[in-house]
């Protein structure tokens, strides 16, 4: 198995309002970070900028937290497309610090979605081919 | 393997500001409802009431989204402890509408923690007898 | 001048994850708890049920913070509208502990908002004529 | 009466889940806006880098909204004490967007406070000469 490349990365700040009562980060956090990147993959890479080009919906996530998020901070998130179905596509994530080290690791299942018809709906043909074409996927799957 | 039995139920109000563009509650919610319902179990079934009582920390969560979570509402969610080793436990949880059909399940993994010295610790025997008695688990684990 | 009258109440328990580093409630809590008592009062003194039906966007907002909002709590915030324009409407809040201590004081004013078009609009008439018979308003202002 | 000159000014990026069904950040947001400029500030020009140095609470709070906070975006929020108090001090903000346009407008004020005591405080003499001098403030208001 290839190990996951998540060439992808964007800057979140910490937010003062991220931390709880134990002084790191509410876990909760970890999906925000995880959006942010998300989206901006969604508008770089993908090439939809609009919030109403975001055109599907959750259907799993998956957070192991390895450190402490702590404030200020300037977190660097990675992203990347591993896996695509006809429907649905696999993402991962890595949350770092400014050194490097690795605070979260995630992943995430996304279904796409028609908001019209409440259904899901094929990933479209220009969407796959920018992941392909970014992520090097062949036939929707890392290559071996 | 047997069927989580979740006995313990905890109603929680879905908020205005929990609804995003999509018109459903945005994803990162979901740790927020499971999180009520841990807390008040924590309170209710462990028998530790006070803030500074919540001495573990977050391992990883898995979140799967079954259904939209709509406003106004008020969940049904539960939570139980599924297996505990000698510093870690493990919760299961399921967000319901008020008919019953499930929302969102999920699980996680804490870890007992130190605030003070930073480090994991075991889980107190007060606090595993109590998780024990409510969940008739035997030796840390679900009765096969 | 009169006293607010704040006939409406509506409970709002407090989250976990509304404790920030200070061990109370984040300030910015506030206009959560206003909303939800704001968003009670739309759909049952104005009878707007829906997520759609909320036609108005905030121009200002106030709040006077007066005691510690602690967890776990079930708060009573109490909302009216204390006077009417043409376009706009002002609402006074309370928020207090179940005890009845006064925690939070607040009041906001919003704009009648057509979405489509992008700009204000006139209070519509069953919605000026429901709120002025739930507060006893005379020509848009409480009596003297 | 003299201008808010707001000299200090901090970057923040709007987060997806800071908007909500109406397509803009949820006025809430504001605060939080404000409050990483606050926080900027209380680091950078009073001194106090660490989380247990924010030794204020928040007494009131006012918000005026100008126009809608869209995604993505960095804002600019400019922040300045403009008076000072034995006790407390009164902040003015304004949130930017990157055209220079002012979507929010504020202010609020801190009353310092003693955590362990859990009561108010005299405004510590570093603190006051460290705003004063940022501030050009004379006698803690704004020179004529």
Not at 111 to 117: G, K, L, P, Q
């Amino acid at each position: 198995m290839t190990e996951p490349t998540l060439k992808f990365a964007c800057p979140v700040d910490v937010r003062f309002q991220d931390i709880d009562i134990g002084g790191h980060a509410h876990h909760s956090r970890a999906l925000i970070y995880f959006e942010e990147a998300r989206a901006a993959y969604w508008r770089e890479v993908v090439g939809r900028p609009g919030l109403d080009d975001i055109d599907y919906i959750m259907a799993q996530a998956t957070i192991r937290y390895r450190a402490r998020v702590l404030y200020p901070n300037r977190l660097e998130v990675r992203v990347g497309v591993q896996k695509m179905g006809r429907k649905h596509f696999e993402m991962a994530y890595e949350v770092r610090s400014p050194a490097g080290d690795l605070l979260i690791a995630g992943g995430s299942t996304q279904v796409m979605y028609d908001y019209h018809t409440q259904t899901s709906k094929p990933i479209p043909a220009d969407v796959r081919a920018a992941i392909e074409v970014h992520e090097s996927l062949t036939e929707g799957r890392a290559k071996p």
